[in-house]
T-cell receptor
Framework: GQQLNQSPQSMFIQEGEDVSMNCTSSSIFNTWLWYKQDPGEGPVLLIALYKAGELTSNGRLTAQFGITRKDSFLNISASIPSDVGIYFCAGAQDNTDKLIFGTGTRLQVFP | KAGVTQTPRYLIKTRGQQVTLSCSPISGHRSVSWYQQTPGQGLQFLFEYFSETQRNKGNFPGRFSGRQFSNSRSEMNVSTLELGDSALYLC????????????FGPGTRLTVL
């Protein structure tokens, strides 16, 4: 099936560090979403982006919709232990279209 | 407001059997989407239902089917199970497009032996 390329695949960082991850595609998307999934749970929406160049924050999380509309970035500042989980990007080519998910970034935070 | 519920949470079946999974969306939501999540393939879209009609379909074989009832509850069925069908099956509900209004359930973990 179709997937977005997400990197890095995994990250091991110390508490307090900043984190960056990105998602790229060969196709243009009109919506970019970022989700977090905890073990045994479904993904939870963190940030939604609708416009090329848009920069949106949600607490310590900031995401950007790439200018080319083929990529998106998520930054987490001052990481804490509860940031541990798998982060997924997802894109939709129009607002009624199915979501295509990235391969995920597994984040581990050490105290 | 209660979230998306999926039953059962865990299921073990053997090859060749069939299985039916259930999803109850958030009250008032009319859109239900189903996804398969595996370590190797990630999250893959199966299908989406809105007002009892299948609106979008992913690239899965015909063994995977679904339906939605008039109360918006949805079921998905997998016939002639294969080992590779072992996965976490996630359901997401939404009021309507855009897709960012989707809320995921906890999933059903299916193991095929």
């Amino acid at each position: 099936g179709q997937q977005l390329n997400q990197s890095p695949q995994s990250m091991f960082i110390q508490e307090g560090e900043d984190v960056s991850m990105n998602c790229t595609s060969s196709s243009i998307f009109n919506t970019w979403l970022w989700y977090k999934q905890d073990p045994g749970e479904g993904p939870v929406l963190l940030i939604a982006l609708y416009k090329a160049g848009e920069l949106t924050s949600n607490g310590r999380l900031t995401a950007q919709f790439g200018i080319t509309r083929k990529d998106s970035f998520l930054n987490i500042s001052a990481s804490i232990p509860s940031d541990v989980g798998i982060y997924f990007c997802a894109g939709a080519q129009d607002n009624t279209d199915k979501l295509i998910f990235g391969t995920g970034t597994r984040l581990q935070v050490f105290p | 407001k209660a979230g998306v519920t999926q039953t059962p949470r865990y299921l073990i079946k053997t090859r060749g059997q069939q299985v039916t999974l259930s999803c109850s969306p958030i009250s008032g939501h009319r859109s239900v989407s189903w996804y398969q999540q595996t370590p190797g393939q990630g999250l893959q879209f199966l299908f989406e239902y809105f007002s009892e009609t299948q609106r979008n379909k992913g690239n899965f074989p015909g063994r995977f089917s679904g339906r939605q009832f008039s109360n918006s509850r949805s079921e998905m069925n997998v016939s002639t199970l294969e080992l590779g069908d072992s996965a976490l099956y996630l359901c997401a509900s939404g009021a309507a497009p855009p897709q960012d209004t989707q809320y995921f359930g906890p999933g059903t973990r299916l193991t095929v032996l």
